[in-house]
């Protein structure tokens, strides 16, 4: 929740999901690239689950992540 606040345009607005349409511009297109091409899922996906904003961290922060896991 902490690092989903600080990718907001308004970090102090009120959260009641994980949506896209707050973040930042960088942030959001990353959640996209997540949510449409390397873990796609028929869901909603301007709605970001836990896994999606783990991955997107890991992204921004340049750690490093091991993609077979993620695929699988």
């Not at 999901?17 to 449409?36: H, N, Q, T, Y």
């Not at 991955?55 to 922060?61: D, E, G, R, S, T």
Request: include cysteine; charge should be positive; proline fraction near 3%.
């Amino acid at each position: 929740m902490q690092y989903y606040r600080s990718c907001l345009k308004n970090p102090q607005s009120k959260v009641k999901g994980f949506s896209v349409g707050g973040l930042k511009l960088d942030e959001r297109i990353i959640a996209f690239i997540v949510s449409w091409m390397l873990t796609p899922r028929g869901s909603n996906h301007s709605v970001l689950i836990e896994e999606d904003l783990i991955l997107i961290y890991y992204i921004m922060k340049k750690i490093k992540v091991n993609w077979i896991h993620i695929f699988k």
